[in-house]
């Protein structure tokens, strides 16, 4: 990544947080450009990342880039990418679409084709450099160029390899959307202390450091989550009485299914972004 230029197209939070962690980590900001049309996006960003060219043209922030990252909505990415299509085609940049749904032979398409694309899905945690990435890049990809990718999402956090770009619908169920499961799990436990009489402060200083503290030790553990559980469910008492009556509503399957219904839905927009946007 030495002497190399990164573009954005779209300074919205994740961008914005890429951008902060390559700047922590030391990459320079001159070397970053960012392409926003909101005026007054373009102002918070440049007081935000001091030393970042902030420009309203796609365009201007692709010349000289090698590697550019595609951070806007997938509503409009075929749009914006059919745009930059000309651009792309002279200057060959490595391509990393962070958008959710559109896959990557359409956004090879879009941009003119033999294009060295990457696929990445980060997730919201990325805002606090405490993200992970999945990451699948197509055949055009130089090694060299897959190893730009990973080291610029790995400013926000580890990031995983895929071995097929369906895999990444199986990420964006697992890590994109996982947070707001543990938020919902999170809720649940300072609801119901709020219920069993804590006030609500203290229930969701009970619940987010139980979390916190569940994470930290299995992100450290070499058991398995089952020997963890075990540790925790000592027979005859109270976790053992949460748990049976979890088994005993089926909980997994519940929760399997829910991670199904994401799984697919994440196949559902990758085949409508093909469809919407055919010529």
């Given at each position: 990544m030495k002497n190399k230029n990164v573009a954005f197209i779209g300074g919205g939070?994740?961008?914005?947080a890429i951008v902060h962690g390559l700047l922590n980590g030391g990459f320079p900001a001159a070397n970053i450009a960012i392409a926003e049309p909101s005026a007054e996006q373009r102002d918070k960003l440049s007081r935000a990342l001091p030393g970042v060219r902030i420009a309203a043209?796609?365009?201007e922030v692709l010349c000289g880039a090698s590697?550019?990252?595609?951070?806007?909505?997938?509503?409009?990415?075929?749009?914006?990418?059919?745009?930059?299509?000309?651009?792309?085609?002279?200057?060959?940049?490595?391509?990393?679409?962070i958008a959710a749904g559109p896959r990557i032979a359409d956004i090879d398409a879009w941009?003119?084709?033999?294009?060295?694309?990457?696929r990445v899905m980060p997730n919201q945690p990325a805002l606090l450099?405490?993200?992970?990435?999945?990451?699948?890049?197509?055949?055009a990809t130089s090694n060299e160029q897959r190893d730009?990718?990973?080291?610029?999402?790995?400013?926000?956090?580890?990031v995983v390899r895929v071995a097929s770009e369906a895999d990444i619908d199986a990420v964006t169920a697992i890590s994109g959307?996982?947070?707001a499961y543990f938020y919902l799990l999170i809720d649940m436990l300072a609801k119901s202390a709020v219920e069993f009489g804590l006030d609500g402060t203290a229930a969701r200083k009970l619940a987010v450091e139980t979390a916190v503290g569940a994470a930290a030790l299995a992100h450290v553990s070499d058991d398995t989550m089952d020997e963890l559980i075990a540790r925790v469910r000592s027979p005859g008492g109270t976790t053992e009485a949460a748990f049976d009556s979890l088994e005993q509503s089926g909980?997994?399957?519940i929760f399997l299914r829910a991670l199904i219904a994401a799984r697919d839905r994440a196949t559902e927009l990758g085949d409508q972004a093909h469809n919407e946007n055919q010529d």
């Open positions: 939070n994740m961008a914005t043209d796609n365009d590697s550019v990252v595609l951070s806007v909505k997938p509503q409009v990415l075929a749009l914006v990418c059919r745009k930059l299509a000309g651009t792309v085609q002279r200057t060959k940049p490595l391509i990393i679409s941009l003119g084709g033999k294009n060295a694309v990457v450099r405490k993200g992970v990435s999945g990451i699948f890049a197509n055949d730009a990718a990973f080291q610029i999402m790995s400013a926000v956090g580890p959307t996982g947070p909980v997994r399957d």
